[in-house]
C-alpha cells in the first residue's frame, strides 16, 4: 500500500475544539493533523490505501461521519500556474509560456480553468498530465490529478445541487 498526501477544506463544526478534535482521531483520522488557516478549516492527511480514490473517499466518509462536519473539497493539486507546471516538468517558465501559447512544441495546449485574458491563469492539473501525457510520454506532473478533478467535482456538485433545491423550493 501507499500512502497519499493530501489535504481536505472541511465547513461546519470546529475541528479544533478538543470534543471535535479527539472524535476526528476517534473517527479513523489518526493519520490527519487539523488546522485552521485565515479562517479556513483544513485536515491534511497522510493515508495509506490501495488508490488514491480510496484513500480520499475513506478520509471524506470518516469527516463526514462527524456531527455537523461538510468537507467542500481537496485543497489545491488541480490547480497549475505556469511556475508550478515549469516545475513539476523540469523546464523554464518559458519554455512553458511558449507552449501554451502555441509557439514551441506540438500545440493544442488545453485552455486555462480561469479568464484567460488573465495575468494570472491556471490550468486544470488532469487536463495538463494529459496533454504532457499524449506528447511527451507520462510524468508524474499530477499523478493523481483525475481523482482530485472527479472528487472535487462531485463536492462541487452535492454543494450546488443543494443550493438550487432549497433555492426553487
Known amino acids: 500500500m501507499r500512502t497519499y498526501q493530501f489535504v481536505l477544506i472541511v465547513e461546519g463544526a470546529d475541528l479544533q475544539s478538543d470534543e471535535m478534535f479527539d472524535a476526528v482521531f476517534d473517527a479513523g483520522c489518526d493519520d490527519a493533523l487539523v488546522g485552521c488557516s485565515n479562517g479556513v478549516q483544513f485536515v491534511d492527511f497522510d493515508r495509506a490505501a ?17 456531527p455537523g462536519v461538510t468537507v467542500v473539497r481537496i485543497a489545491g493539486a488541480d490547480l497549475l500556474s505556469i511556475s508550478d507546471i515549469a516545475t513539476r516538468t523540469g523546464r523554464t517558465r518559458e519554455s512553458v509560456r511558449l507552449l501554451v501559447a502555441g509557439k514551441r512544441g506540438p500545440g493544442g495546449f488545453p485552455p486555462p480553468a480561469t479568464d484567460p485574458r488573465n ?15 499524449d506528447h511527451y510520454g507520462d510524468q508524474p506532473i499530477c499523478p493523481e490529478a483525475d481523482v482530485v478533478a472527479t472528487v472535487n467535482a462531485e463536492l ?4 450546488s445541487a443543494g443550493r438550487v433545491l432549497t433555492t426553487e423550493a
Open 50 to 66: 490501495p488508490s488514491a480514490g480510496e484513500a480520499v473517499r475513506s478520509a471524506i466518509a470518516a469527516l463526514e461521519g462527524l
Open 156 to 159: 462541487e456538485l452535492r454543494r
Open 119 to 133: 495575468r494570472y491563469r491556471l490550468w486544470r492539473g488532469n487536463d495538463v498530465q494529459r496533454w504532457f501525457a
